[in-house]
């Protein structure tokens, strides 16, 4: 195959042209594919009409597909084809919600960050969307750690935060004292292990606070990091069209949804890249 990468913003993102991800991928082509990936962060690949195996053999190109984390009863996609796949949808059947996280916005999060070695990519695949919004909101982590201010960088440049999440949480509330059905401790910036680059990794759904420092001063540096992240220059808005499978670097990026009609269907389909690494500064 010859490819084509296309820049998607100045921010973050390249789409892949010259791909149909239903014919098997050649060595080359899938060397090419995951340069472009390091080096855009997020990839798009647009009119595919991937069956759920398709989706599954794309993410096994670049590793262990990743387990569900999510405990069994809680998992409408059990009887899915395939065990690592879910569904992120608002259709309901019989009154019950055929997949995960089902309507409104999503604060910006890091997928799997509330576990030891976090996922290191997802996959993500439209299939039915509504007339607006469901927009996903990808923000480059690499350019805002290099633009934070010196004093932040150096007052938590070896410090840890806690993360805190519990499954169809979309927006942050007081979870103090809450179950949790994931919790981490990961450096608050962490060097990439392919790239050796730093990158930001709190976020605003997930991350509780810093370690080793009082909590109003915690709060006040998490406040100032997850604003200056979320700053329109790091930020690529992708607009679905069905048939667009987006694949995105967990390690250096986080994203967040924006609303949609809760009376209009939204279904896409989700498989991980499983990490191995636990994240160091």
Known sequence: MTIAVVPLSPAIGAEIRGVDLMRPVDAATRAAIHRAWLDHVIILFRDQKLSEGDQVAFTELFGEV??????????????????????????????????SLPDGEMMFHH??????????????????????????????????YDALPARIRDRLADKKAHHHYNYGTTVKGDRRGTEAFGESVHPVFWRHPETGQRAVYVDR????????????????????IFDHCERPE?????????????????????????????????????????????PVS
């Open 66 to 99: 990743g387990i569900r984390t999510r405990p069994k009863d809680l998992r409408p996609e059990a009887q899915t084809l395939h065990p690592t796949v879910m569904l992120i949808s608002n259709i309901r059947e019989n009154g019950k919600p055929i997949g």
């Open 111 to 144: 997928d799997t960050i509330h576990i030891k070695t976090p996922d290191k990519a997802t996959c993500l695949y439209a299939m039915e969307l509504p007339s607006r919004g469901g927009n996903t909101l990808f923000a480059n982590l690499y350019k805002a």
């Open 205 to 224: 759904l997930m991350t509780e606070y810093v370690l080793d420092i009082a909590r109003a001063e915690s709060d006040a540096l998490l406040a100032e």
């Open 234 to 278: 790091f930020v690529y808005e992708h607009q679905w069209r069905v048939g667009d499978l987006v694949m995105w670097d967990n390690r250096c990026s986080m994203h967040a949804r924006t609303d949609f009609p809760e009376t209009e269907r939204r279904l896409l389909r989700r498989t991980t890249v499983r990490g191995h690494d636990v």
